[in-house]
Nanobody, 121 residues
Framework: QVQVVESGGGLVQPGGSLRLSCAVSIPFFTINVVGWYRQAQGKERELVASITGGLSTNYADSVKGRFTISRNNAKNTVDLQMNSLRSEDTAVYYC???????????????WGQGTQVTVSS
C-alpha cells in the first residue's frame, strides 16, 4: 500500500520555525528523489527542496539558508526544517516521491495530501 503522508504544518509567527515530516512507504519501488513542494493561494505549485538517495539536496532560492531538508532513516521520513519563516512562506506544503517500479522500471510520482503552513502575526 502506497503511503506518502505529510505532517507538522500549522500556524507560526514570522521569524518562527516549523518542522515538516514526510513519511514515505512505496512498496516494490525504488525511491529516487523526495521533494517538498508548496502551493500558495493563487499561485503555481513550486519545488521548495529535494533530496536524493545519495543525500544530494536542492533548494529554491527563496528558502536557501532558511530551510533544511534531511532524511531520517530510523523513522523512514524526509523532513523539512523551516526557520526564519516569512509570510510569503504561507502555503500548502506537499511531499512528492519519485519512485521507480522494481518490476517495470517505470518512474512514477506520488503525492501526499498536503499540510497547511500559515505564517502570520
Amino acid at each position: 500500500q502506497v503511503q506518502v503522508v505529510e505532517s507538522g504544518g500549522g500556524l507560526v509567527q514570522p521569524g518562527g520555525s516549523l518542522r515538516l515530516s514526510c513519511a514515505v512507504s512505496i512498496p516494490f519501488f525504488t525511491i529516487n528523489v523526495v521533494g517538498w513542494y508548496r502551493q500558495a493561494q493563487g499561485k503555481e505549485r513550486e519545488l521548495v527542496a529535494s533530496i536524493t538517495g545519495g543525500l544530494s539536496t536542492n533548494y529554491a532560492d527563496s528558502v536557501k539558508g532558511r530551510f533544511t531538508i534531511s532524511r531520517n532513516n530510523a523513522k523512514n521520513t524526509v523532513d523539512l526544517q523551516m526557520n526564519s519563516l516569512r509570510s510569503e512562506d504561507t502555503a500548502v506544503y506537499y511531499c512528492n516521491a519519485a519512485a521507480r517500479g522494481v518490476r517495470d522500471g517505470v518512474l512514477r510520482q506520488y503525492w501526499g495530501q498536503g499540510t497547511q503552513v500559515t505564517v502570520s502575526s
